[in-house]
């Protein structure tokens, strides 16, 4: 049985992943392992990476020995999995203040939605309601991660 989590030490993982970068649990040793999938794709592909600096060289190296024990990590739910646009779709339905939670929603429409949305969060003084919306909505992800593979955690 792999060893336990704590939510937040997920959640941060969660946070820490991007386009280039995905968080893995590593259920041997519980601990977390944040890998440059650009460095993944170096290592199966080959690439000669000589003429690097020893700083990436070292992070190369670092992403073969994943490789070389993937099996032994979980896969956190990527950036993409998240969706965070969803998430705030959702916020904004829950707002109470028919003109806010139109002015939010209608925001959420088209290119520039992000800037949109932090721009109206700002502007209706409602940042601290998103963040503690976002939290919740990630507490919930880290959960539904750790039941689903079978990982005991704590709040």
Request: aromatic residues 12%.
């Amino acid at each position: 049985m792999p060893p336990s989590v704590t939510l937040s030490d997920v959640i941060e993982q969660l946070e820490l992943q991007s386009e280039e970068f995905e968080s893995y649990f590593n259920k041997k040793t519980g601990e977390f392992i944040l890998v440059n999938t650009d460095y993944i794709c170096m290592v199966e592909d080959g690439e000669d990476t000589s003429d690097l600096p020893d700083w990436e060289k070292e992070a190369i190296e670092g992403a073969r020995e994943f490789l070389d024990t993937q099996k032994d990590h979980i896969a956190l739910p990527s950036k993409f999995e998240v969706h965070e646009y969803q998430i705030m779709e959702r916020f904004c339905r829950t707002l109470s203040q028919e003109n806010v939670r139109e002015a939010m929603c209608n925001g959420l429409q088209g290119r520039g939605a992000f800037r949109r949305f932090r721009d109206n969060l700002r502007r209706y003084g409602i940042e601290d309601d998103w963040y503690r919306y976002l939290e919740e909505a990630h507490k919930e992800i880290a959960r539904a991660w750790c039941e689903d593979n079978g990982i005991t955690y704590t709040p």
